[in-house]
């Protein structure tokens, strides 16, 4: 009975470790039922204009990585991407890109705080970093507009005393 117990919590601990990042989802075989199954109920669904669907899976502490789930227009997987990256944020042009192309790029922020005296709204991510935890401000103006990008060092991450691991 004993082992039988442990086999059964090592295999779920192992499915959920598998789910993670949709390891084991094959891009033209798996169809959105599977990454659903697998990966859970996503915490946002975005439809494209080319007839993709997104579904938004946020992981580890405050979705500090950002699984994009891309589905085509057959319903089958066309990709899992990680879209809490440097790269990305490195698109985001000030003055330009739109509260659109931020959340096509990162998907849905862990926090969209309305400052309406600044008339601005800023989106907060968490985000993985090397070798510390990062934090992502992207400041909206009232059109939608990118005007300021700060990424730092997450403060509240940081280690007692100030030292960096």
Known sequence: MKSTVL????????AACAGFDGRGLVPG????????????EPADVQKEANGETVLWYPRLRYGRQNYAARIGPDGKLLAIEQRLTEENIA???RG?????????????PHRAD???RMEREIWTYYMRGSPN????????????????????????????????G
């Open 114 to 116: 309305p400052f309406p």
């Open 96 to 108: 330009q890109s739109q509260a659109g192309n931020v959340r096509e790029l990162l998907g849905p």
């Open 133 to 164: 935890w990062k934090v992502l401000y992207v400041q909206l103006s009232a059109d939608g507009v990118v005007r300021e990008v700060y990424y730092m060092d997450d403060p509240e991450a940081m280690p007692k005393g100030g030292r960096r």
């Open 29 to 40: 075989q798996s169809t959105a039922a599977d990454v659903e199954a697998l990966m859970g």
């Open 7 to 14: 086999s059964l919590l090592a295999a779920a601990l192992l």
């Open 91 to 93: 698109k985001l042009v």
